[in-house]
């Protein structure tokens, strides 16, 4: 069986659990305007769709305003003043929350993040609440399709030492400076240093690879919904290969402020296995995403 139709095989027998209007198509995560909510967050491209999913299926809608990593900008967050520059990807989303925090302007109650900590601390905690899977894209229409590609192997095309794979030409695209997946992708194949053949593209965005010879890591969530028409379909003409005979496995993580765990708005929501965010499994794997046993964990802290 496939990824895709494993995915969804059992996403189905939690779908029933859904309104209409989580199985829809999603245009944006982005609340409509004026429509702010208790907890806001930004962040990760990876997981803005199945948070943007959670933020309509908790609460009836009234709970998690969570804005998309790429559209206009700036984005208002509350009703009144709150208005930031849009944070693209993980490391960007975590930086304006602590921003948030050093500045205590109250815009921000947590960051989207598909990486876990960078640097040690404990001003903020990284809550796991799914889990998501890496593999690498190539088109459907090139030689690269079925390619098994190795750790080792990744680690030499992203140093362009190797430009070639069975014969074919190699042309690597990483995600954009601050992708959650750019610094997972990038440490499970040993944290190369990137040659000047590396290209740089939006995450997840399957229509970057304009070239027989590209390849990029892809959320295997991500282009599970897109193809399955949950949200818009940007997989162009890709496909995904493993690697290592599989795939990089991660959890994926929304960050609050340490100080702020107790509040009854963030600990209802994340915090625990009863958390509000962690007993929504249907909508979690409806989103291509799995579930993970240590939900609502609290014991991942750091600075960024």
Known sequence: MNVKSRAFAGALVG??????SVMAPVAS????????RVLAGVGSDTTQDVMNGLGESVDGGTLIASYDA???????????GCEIARPNGSSQGITALNNDIDAG????????????????????TWIPFASDKLKMAVRQDGPLVGVNFTTAQLKAIYECTVTSVNG?????LVPQSGSGTRSFFLTQIGNPTLGSCVGTMQEHDGRALTSAAHIAPYSVAKYTAQTGGLIEDVHGATVLNTIDGGEYSRPVY??????????????GTFVGAGSKVCQDTAT?????FGTVSDCGSTSLKGEN
Request: aromatic fraction near 4%; proline fraction near 6%; charge should be negative.
């Open 284 to 288: 979690i794997e409806v989103y291509g």
């Open 70 to 80: 790429t559209g206009t900008s700036p984005i208002k967050t509350r009703e009144d």
């Open 105 to 124: 302007t109250g815009c921000l109650d947590f960051a989207r993040s598909s990486r876990g900590v960078q640097t040690a601390g404990t001003d903020l």
């Open 15 to 20: 779908a029933a659990a859904l309104s209409l």
């Open 29 to 36: 995560a982005d609340p409509a305007a004026g429509d702010y």
């Open 254 to 267: 929304n960050v609050v402020e340490t100080a702020r765990l107790s509040e009854a708005g963030i600990a």
């Open 168 to 172: 074919n030409p190699v042309t690597p």
